[in-house]
Every structure is written in C-alpha cells, then in structure tokens.
C-alpha cells in the first residue's frame, strides 16, 4: 500500500504562484511515476504532469510554460510549481503514484486551487 499527502493548495489572484507537494509512503518500488491530475467541476480529471523516477517529464499543453515539475527521490515527494496562473486553472489537484512493477495506482485526496480574476 501507498500512501499519498499533498499540501500547497490555496486561493490565489490571477497572474499568481502556487506550489503543490506531495510526499509518498509506504511500499514505494521503482521505477514508478509521479503526477499531478486536476478535476474542475462538471469536467473529467485530466492530466497535467508526470515524471518518472529517472526524471522524465510530461506536460499538459494548456500549462507548458507555467507549470513545472519535480521530484525529489529521497523525499519519495513530487512537486508542482505553478506560476502565472488563470482562473480556468481553478480545480481539486490530485496527486498520483503509478508503480510499473505490480501496475498499482495510487492517489491522494486531492488539494484545492482556487484562481481569482
């Protein structure tokens, strides 16, 4: 079992800086992927980051350019910086851990953003 805590979400003016964490215990085997996900209302939870646990990175389009992340492997702790924000950003992030061996998905309970115009 993995366990997933994010932290960093919050209410923010537009043109803002957020940054999410989410640190990961439990049985935690690599390799894995670590991501970012968000769900506003009335619309499907979709994909806004991973990085894999050599480091590489997949972004959505709608935030390349503002959104980055990280990871730090020792921590078991991915990142999510995000920075010029909008409000159609607005939604619950959910932290994800994908474990390739035993094919396990985990997620945590999600964190609020909130982008005011």
């Known amino acids: 079992q993995v366990q997933l805590v994010e932290s960093g979400g919050g209410l923010v003016q537009a043109g803002g800086s957020l940054r999410l964490s989410c640190a990961a215990s439990g049985s935690i085997f690599t390799p894995n992927v670590m991501g970012w996900y968000r769900q506003a209302p009335g619309k499907q939870r979709a994909l806004v980051a991973t990085?894999?646990?050599?480091?590489?990175?997949s972004t959505a389009d709608s935030v390349k350019g503002r959104f980055t992340i990280s990871r730090d492997n020792a921590k078991n702790t991915v990142y999510l910086q995000m920075n010029s924000l909008k409000p159609e950003d607005t939604a619950v992030y959910y932290c994800?851990?994908?474990?390739?061996?035993?094919?396990?998905?985990?997620w945590g309970q999600g964190t609020q953003v909130a982008v005011s115009s």
């Open positions: 994800n851990i994908f474990l390739v061996a035993t094919r396990s998905n985990y």
């Open positions: 990085i894999t646990s050599v480091g590489r990175v």
